[in-house]
């Protein structure tokens, strides 16, 4: 089943739609996901440099999340839409706990969460599956960065 199109008009139903569409991202035709996730790029440069700053404020916004892509997809009558991109957003930005902000890493970064969020291998497949609400569509984002993460963090070693 394809889930329905959201209008643009949708954005304007409140900050949660707003943030949890990825401030118009999400209504990208195609790969609304990639497109969502870009939006942690420039996210990314405005976190703070240390890392207990950036863990409170990755906090804060995987709070966040969870109220925004529920409310959205309470909004939308559609679990998890796919124009709902927020996750996406966190996601990227766990992936890049700690890492060097340079051109090559964000691009790195960027595509080390996208395939894991894309291939969902297990356990994030089953966290899809099962667990559902706003904790349900930032989870399996969330657990999706932690496989990026550690890849992350093995080539930091390795190289």
């Known amino acids: ?3 329905a199109t959201i209008k643009a008009s949708a954005l304007l139903d409140g900050p949660a739609n707003f943030l949890a569409l990825g401030a118009g991202l999400g209504l990208a035709p195609k790969a609304p996901g990639t497109f969502g996730t870009l939006l942690g790029i420039p996210l990314l440069f405005l976190m703070p440099q240390s ?3 950036y863990l409170a404020v990755l ?3 995987s709070v966040i999340g969870v ?5 959205c997809a309470h909004s939308l009558g ?3 839409h796919p124009g709902i991109v927020w996750d996406e957003v966190v996601g990227y930005l766990i992936t ?3 890492v060097p902000r340079s051109a090559l890493w964000v691009v790195v970064g960027f595509a080390a ?5 894309i291939l969902k291998p297990w356990p994030i497949s089953w966290i899809d599956r099962q667990v559902h609400g706003g904790l349900g569509i930032m989870l399996d984002d969330m657990l999706a ?8 963090h093995t080539l930091l070693y390795l190289f």
């Open 78 to 80: 559609v679990h998890d």
């Open 67 to 71: 109220w925004c892509c529920h409310q």
């Open 51 to 53: 890392l207990p700053g």
């Open 113 to 117: 969460f996208r395939f894991f969020d």
């Open 96 to 98: 890049m706990i700690a």
């Open 145 to 152: 960065a932690l496989f990026a993460l550690a890849v992350m």
């Open 1 to 3: 089943m394809k889930p």
């Open 59 to 61: 906090l804060v916004l």
